[in-house]
């Protein structure tokens, strides 16, 4: 199919939601026609959670009817912020939306882009995720206070494996490194830009300890592969055999959160047919199945609340890039 018709179909969408704005012939929360196509951009490798999130809108889209027909595009590097520059280029294109969130957000101040979330129409909060810190099985470190006890008395000599510099996963290391006393500066963080690379330098023992979601660990740690230390939730998960960080003597609480955009400029009635497309998919049963499958939690936050959040996140995420020190 063409951009030409997948343009085509998503104004048939976007002229519904335009007459349901103006002329109330729409009763409100009534859904919209389907989408005929629509390209989901995951801005990292296969295997990581932007990819995870992108392929299960996919899923979901298409069982359900909502859209038609959706591909993933994946398009990795630089924290995501190569993805962002090359959809920051779809101004006004209503055909593809961008997969993103606190790691690209952290990415877009570390690397100094000249590209950031002005440059595209945030459009909904998707999920959050606590974030566990693990350690292959075989590692002599057996608990959060071995760990942090490593940390002061050398910050270099554990290395760290996570994701893209400057996102979560580095976010939650520093702020780790400086609750335990441990010189930050020194913090020892290797990033990777695919989870399935990150996963497998830490199950191998090539990094001391790995950091990410408890998603993309959660098997391993189920099969004996990997230990977890602690969780960074503000309490216990059910299902997972690991303190929080406060309880190990941390005082550090963190979680991330993905979301999705649309390109830049976009007509009114067409950001209207985008935001009630992800509207059904965030409460179809399907939708819901797939946080329960994946543990994600649900912060479904839409629209201009959305961007007033996203607002108050670049605010609080600058600071602690600040403090930490990944940012000047």
């Known amino acids: 199919m063409t951009n ?5 179909a998503l104004k048939t969408g976007a002229a519904l939601a335009a007459l349901a704005t103006a002329g109330g012939l729409l009763m409100p929360g009534a859904a919209l026609a389907a989408l005929d196509a629509l390209t989901v951009v995951a801005p990292a490798k296969p295997g990581g959670g932007w990819d995870q999130t992108a392929r299960s809108m996919q899923e979901v889209f298409q069982t359900t009817g909502i859209v038609k027909a959706v591909q993933v595009e994946n398009v990795a590097g630089a924290g995501g912020t190569v993805g962002l520059a ?49 350690v292959p099985a075989a590692s002599e470190l057996k608990s959060m206070g071995d760990l942090a006890a490593k940390l002061k008395a050398d910050a270099g000599s554990v290395s760290w494996g996570g994701g893209s510099a400057g996102g979560t996963d580095h976010i939650l290391a520093g702020l780790i490194a400086k609750a335990a006393g441990a010189d930050v500066t020194k913090l020892n963080y290797v990033a990777f830009s695919g989870g399935g690379e990150a996963l497998a330098a830490i199950v191998g023992g090539h990094v001391t300890c790995g950091v990410s ?29 690991a303190p929080t960080l406060k309880e190990s003597g941390l005082d550090v609480e963190l979680a991330n959160w993905r979301a999705v955009f649309g390109a830049g400029e976009l007509a009114d009635a067409d950001k209207a047919a985008l935001l009630d497309a992800v509207d059904q998919m965030v409460k179809s049963d399907a939708w819901k199945q797939t946080l329960a499958t994946k543990g994600w939690m649900d912060t479904y936050l839409a629209g201009d609340a959305f961007a007033a959040y996203l607002s108050e996140e670049e605010a609080r995420v600058t600071t602690v890039l600040k403090e930490i020190g990944l940012v000047s």
Request: aromatic share 4%; net charge positive.
């Open 213 to 241: 979601g408890l998603g993309e660990f959660e098997a391993q740690i189920k099969a004996g592969e990997l230990r977890a230390l602690a969780i960074s939730s503000g309490e216990r998960l059910p299902g997972l055999d």
């Open 4 to 8: 030409l018709t997948r343009r085509q």
């Open 86 to 134: 090359q959809f920051a280029n779809r101004k006004g294109d209503a055909s593809a939306v961008l997969v993103g969130g606190l790691v690209m957000l952290g990415a877009i101040l570390t690397n100094k882009s000249p590209v950031s979330f002005k440059d595209v129409t945030p459009l909904a909060r998707l999920t959050g995720e606590y974030e566990v810190i693990v």
